[in-house]
T-cell receptor, first 109, second 112 residues
Framework: GQNIDQPTEMTATEGAIVQINCTYQTSGFNGLFWYQQHAGEAPTFLSYNVLDGLEEKGRFSSFLSRSKGYSYLLLKELQMKDSASYLCAGLDSNYQLIWGAGTKLIIKP | IAGITQAPTSQILAAGRRMTLRCTQDMRHNAMYWYRQDLGLGLRLIHYSNTAGTTGKGEVPDGYSVSRANTDDFPLTLASAVPSQTSVYFC???????????FGPGTRLTVL
């Protein structure tokens, strides 16, 4: 079966660094997406990895290891506005996204 | 309009009623999707369309139908609503099947 696992909730302090992990099992693999979703709003795209390694985009970085079925999203210099849910999604062999339930990130002052 | 819009924003519906959720995008994206999002679960794909004139079933298609008569519009119809269809529905589009998806603001549907 297809499955995306990520922690349900994490707490971090403003100004700190947090890493949100995601493991995936998909039928075939065509890439791994991270989206951000603020409460009551639509998801918005953060990153896409299809090759192994780290992709850096400002304060956010995303890492992929295809051999381990593993990805993480790294958020640096946390700001209160980063409080949101972070959704991991794998693109399967049919080019359909398989979504995790999301990690709710709580930022404390 | 710019981007992707959905209507209505929210709706309370009696069980057994027919309902169409509307979705329109002006980005000329080929692919469009309908998801439902329920608390504690990931987004689940209901139906999709890779290009105008074609549609396909996602993970949870039962009780829903779609059409794609043109590039811009992708309505989702509940033929006879049931309480288990209470959810937040998101429409999304992408310019190709392996690119980022852009989401509409969502429709919050309650079936009583």
């Amino acid at each position: 079966g297809q499955n995306i696992d990520q922690p349900t909730e994490m707490t971090a302090t403003e100004g700190a660094i947090v890493q949100i992990n995601c493991t995936y099992q998909t039928s075939g693999f065509n890439g791994l997406f991270w989206y951000q979703q603020h409460a009551g709003e639509a998801p918005t795209f953060l990153s896409y990895n299809v090759l192994d390694g780290l992709e850096e985009k400002g304060r956010f970085s995303s890492f992929l290891s295809r051999s381990k079925g593993y990805s993480y999203l790294l958020l640096k210099e946390l700001q209160m506005k980063d409080s949101a849910s972070y959704l991991c999604a794998g693109l399967d062999s049919n080019y359909q996204l398989i979504w995790g339930a999301g990690t709710k990130l709580i930022i404390k002052p | 309009i710019a981007g992707i819009t959905q209507a209505p924003t929210s709706q309370i519906l009696a069980a057994g009623r027919r309902m169409t959720l509307r979705c329109t995008q002006d980005m000329r994206h080929n692919a469009m999707y309908w998801y439902r999002q329920d608390l504690g679960l990931g987004l689940r794909l209901i139906h999709y369309s890779n290009t105008a004139g074609t549609t396909g079933k996602g993970e949870v298609p039962d009780g829903y139908s779609v059409s794609r008569a043109n590039t811009d519009d992708f309505p989702l119809t509940l033929a006879s609503a049931v309480p288990s269809q209470t959810s937040v529905y998101f429409c999304a589009s992408s310019d190709s099947i392996n690119n980022e998806q852009f989401f509409g603001p969502g429709t919050r549907l309650t079936v009583l």
